[in-house]
Nanobody
Framework: QAQMTESGGGSVQAGGSLRLSCVVS????????MAWFRKAPGKEREGVVL???????RYRPFVKGRFIASQDNVNSTLYLQMNSLQPEYTAMYYC??????????????????????WGQGTPVTVPS
């Protein structure tokens, strides 16, 4: 089964950038969709970027033009380049994977509640 390990979070001033990484192991990439989720204090977990098994990428409107997701299939790593960060982007960011195609797209928009494979998360803090 898939295992994910995130890194790259930290504290950055408003307007700054961070690059999150998610190293994935124990799975066949073609069978899974992947995503970045976030959970801000006092809020529900929400999907940020969805990466389908065919490699196509879908961004939520609130990060489009600001975040860029990419993949390194050789090193089995998913990246999230986060630019122009503002305090409202403060959250724990999670990398997740799911093998059931039924849940890939629909569940992404409800916080991935049926997704089965999660990393431990990496914190992003943008002080106001």
């Amino acid at each position: 089964q898939a295992q994910m390990t995130e890194s790259g979070g930290g504290s950055v001033q408003a307007g700054g950038s961070l690059r999150l990484s998610c190293v994935v192991s124990g799975y066949s990439r073609g069978d899974y969709c992947m995503a970045w989720f976030r959970k801000a204090p006092g809020k529900e977990r929400e999907g940020v970027v969805l990466v389908l098994s065919d490699g196509s990428i879908r961004y939520r409107p609130f990060v489009k033009g600001r975040f860029i997701a990419s993949q390194d299939n050789v090193n089995s790593t998913l990246y999230l380049q986060m630019n122009s960060l503002q305090p409202e982007y403060t959250a724990m960011y999670y990398c997740a994977a799911e093998s059931n195609g039924v849940y890939c797209a629909t569940d992404f928009f409800v916080g991935g509640r049926h997704w089965n494979y999660w990393g431990q998360g990496t914190p992003v803090t943008v002080p106001s």
